[in-house]
């Protein structure tokens, strides 16, 4: 195939055709009675917190002292109390000899905190994470299971497979923080993190089953003649080559869940999804809220799915 | 070395049951070179595979080396050690470099330190000549090659028995005479040898005696010299025939 042929004209085309449609919604927008208000939305991610320092008794500034960003302000009290207050030199609030009063505000420091957003995205990432690892395990298992020559194991497989494939992953939340939270006495993010995990686990199972299936039988053969037993020839041989040629769909599983962990928000876990409603609930910024919101998922994902693609590139030196 | 008693071994289909190894007994001595031929699916392949136990016998009765094979408590892993395979389809690890396909059961399995795996392989690519190769992966190996890693990474085990499935028919025909040829080495350094080929020409030049497979039957034996000049079955005169 020849990809060098002139495509400058397609991409111009792509570009084009995204512009209309961003032209269009913009058009329609404007039409409805809504201000945009993206101003407001950066405060939701990090902001300047002041914390105000109020004078512990009746009394007077003694002296203060300068140093650099910080001043230090010593404080007398009327019955001969001393007590010294370090503030932000901006957020300095009172004179040298100035009497206090108890509660009188003598300065501010001030720093930087993430905002709801942020830590409802570091939720999410957290998560998703978890989840993910313990679904893998739970899967890998799962797989094994899956394709093993006990019957038992085999069938007890199969049923959680199709448990968890066959219901909703909603419904299963609710199951696993009301009836099993309550019984088994689980926190709420457990049980968020254990749901998640089990459901991904039962796709990761399928994914590792046809995995492993598809690396032609010589392969174990060939192990097993030159003596190693079937745990052995599956870690080195069958599972590294499984592994490879399940990467793609893995990946996609796994930036499934990530965008399925918007749901644990139902069981109030505060992640990505019910912080920004709760955002919306403060700012009535609905639009740019749920925009900021969605842009912060696809950030997740495509990091994910890059990270996936290098993987995969690495791997690819034996084919 | 090797005795089979009564060897049977019967795969039930659906529809039907096909007899593959339908009763062989045989005994290789040690240094023996014996070669198997037969028309396919005369059981040849199969009854190769029993040997180091990829199939599960239906009756009868293996000895290698004094072990019976057919006793439940017998553990096949040590005795696939010591049983040497190569395959049709040379089943290397496409994963691993070509170094890395000698080393790894040499250090799963023989439990050697790394040093010492590594000097081994490289001694025995040297000697299958193919040294130049050990970083490739054996995808970009030709299969004549391929073959000779796998049979470098069988060696690698020190085997007391090497089985040949077929090794040259996946080939094509210019690289037969590479891997024949480490064959033929193999051979006269006193290796005991079973080996399934469609190769006439190595069977008469290196088999110390032949064996004449159908229909999961030992047909015929013999030396070369009688089997390919005086043959006595009706059946494997037509054979003959028919390849040669």
């Known amino acids: ?17 995204l512009f209309t449609l961003c032209a269009g919604l913009w058009a329609a927008t404007k039409k409805i009675d809504y ?16 914390t105000l320092i109020p004078a512990p008794f009746d009394g007077q500034v003694a002296t203060i002292s300068k140093l650099g960003d910080k001043t230090q302000i010593k404080v007398l009290g009327d019955n001969g109390e001393e007590e010294t207050f370090e503030v932000d030199s901006n957020g300095i609030e009172v004179f040298e000899g100035e009497t206090l009063f108890e509660g009188d505000y003598l300065g501010a420091t001030f720093e930087w905190r993430a905002g709801p957003l942020l830590v409802g995205l570091w939720t999410t990432l957290w998560l998703s994470a978890a989840a993910s690892i313990i679904g893998m395990v739970i899967g890998l298992i799962t797989g094994l299971c899956r394709v093993s020559n006990n019957p038992t194991l085999r069938s007890l497989s199969v049923f959680y497979i199709e448990l968890i494939r066959g219901t909703p992953l909603l419904v299963q939340l609710f199951i696993f923080y009301f009836f099993l939270g309550t019984v088994l006495d689980i926190s709420r993010i457990m049980a968020g993190i254990s749901a998640l995990a089990i459901f ?86 609905t639009f740019e809220i749920w925009f900021v919101v969605a842009f912060l998922y696809l950030l997740l994902t495509s990091v994910l799915s890059q990270v996936a693609a290098w993987v995969e590139r690495r791997l690819a030196v034996s084919d | 070395m090797i005795k089979t008693v009564d060897l049977k071994k019967t795969f039930v289909g659906r529809d039907q049951t ?14 023996e070179v014996v070669v198997i ?77 790394s040093s010492e795996a ?49 090794p040259t028919s996946a080939l ?22 079973v080996v399934v080929t469609h190769e006439m020409g190595f069977a008469r030049e290196v088999a110390d005696r032949v064996l004449f497979m159908d229909q999961g039957k030992l047909v015929e034996e013999g030396t070369p010299e009688h089997f390919f000049t005086a043959p006595q079955e009706e059946r494997t005169k037509t054979f003959l025939r028919q390849v040669l």
């Open chain 1, 1 to 17: 195939m020849n990809t060098n042929r002139n495509t400058w004209p397609w991409n111009l085309l792509t570009i084009a055709i």
């Open chain 1, 35 to 50: 201000t945009w208000r993206w101003n407001r939305v950066p405060q939701y991610f990090i902001y300047h917190d002041e």
């Open chain 1, 200 to 285: 991904a686990g039962a796709y990761v199972a399928e994914i590792i089953r046809a995995g492993i299936q598809s690396i032609p039988k010589g392969q174990m053969e060939a192990a097993r003649s030159l003596g190693m037993n079937v745990p052995q020839a599956m870690i080195h041989i069958i599972l590294p080559q499984a592994f490879k040629r399940t990467l793609p769909p893995l990946a996609g599983q796994f930036i499934s869940l990530i965008k399925d962990s918007s749901l644990v928000s139902v069981i109030a876990i505060t992640d990505l999804t019910k912080s920004g409603r709760e955002v919306i609930t403060s700012t009535f910024a």
């Open chain 2, 18 to 31: 096909v007899h593959a190894v339908d009763g062989i007994s045989a005994h290789i001595k040690p240094s």
């Open chain 2, 37 to 113: 031929i037969g028309p396919s699916g005369s059981g040849k392949s199969t009854y190769l595979r029993c040997l180091n136990g990829l199939e599960t016998l239906t009756s009868g009765q293996i000895i290698i080396d004094g072990v019976d094979l057919s006793a439940k408590k017998t553990d096949l892993n040590l005795v696939r050690r010591e049983v040497g395979m190569v395959f049709q389809q040379f089943n290397l690890f496409p994963h691993k470099s070509v170094l890395q396909n000698i080393v790894l059961a040499q250090q799963v399995v023989r439990k050697r330190k």
């Open chain 2, 118 to 166: 590594l000097e081994k392989a490289r001694m025995l690519l040297q000697k299958v000549g193919i040294a130049e190769k050990e970083n490739e992966y054996p995808i970009r190996l030709s299969g004549g090659q391929q073959q000779r890693v796998a049979i470098a990474r069988a060696l690698a085990m020190d085997p007391k028995i090497m089985l040949f499935d077929e």
């Open chain 2, 172 to 193: 094509d025909p210019e690289m037969v005479g590479e891997v024949l040829e480490v064959m033929k080495q193999l051979a006269r350094e006193g290796m005991t040898m």
